[in-house]
Nanobody, 119 residues
Framework: QVQLVESGGGLVQPGGSLRLSCVAS????????MSWYRQAPGKERELVAS????????RYANSVKGRFTISRDNAKNTLFLQMNSLKPEDTAVYYC????????????WGQGTQVTVSS
């Protein structure tokens, strides 16, 4: 059974930083690309960043390029998202997903972690 458990969200002021984590289980993590998505109130879920199986290539939404960094630790089955220079428009629930670099991700989602950027 696939499980994705996100953590690390919280309330941060504009310009601040957060580091999200996602611990994966129930599948062979190192054989899968991974992604981060987010969903703001009243909006559709959108792709934020994705990374290849070995972590040697990544892609970003234009809105976060240069501010966010996706990474992974295959030994610990963990995906990360380092978020710097946060803006109020980054406020959303953030989800990690299995797959998503080459095509649509698998339809299996964790509970997400809330990120709120506000002064």
């Amino acid at each position: 059974q696939v499980q994705l458990v996100e953590s690390g969200g919280g309330l941060v002021q504009p310009g601040g930083s957060l580091r999200l984590s996602c611990v994966a289980s129930g599948f062979t993590f190192r054989f899968n690309s991974m992604s981060w998505y987010r969903q703001a109130p009243g909006k559709e879920r959108e792709l934020v960043a994705s990374i290849t199986e070995l972590g040697d290539n990544s892609r970003y939404a234009n809105s976060v390029k240069g501010r966010f960094t996706i990474s992974r630790d295959n030994a610990k089955n963990t995906l990360f998202l380092q978020m710097n220079s946060l803006k109020p428009e980054d406020t959303a629930v953030y989800y990690c997903a299995r797959g998503g670099y080459y095509s649509q991700p698998y339809d299996s989602w964790g509970q997400g972690t809330q990120v709120t950027v506000s002064s």
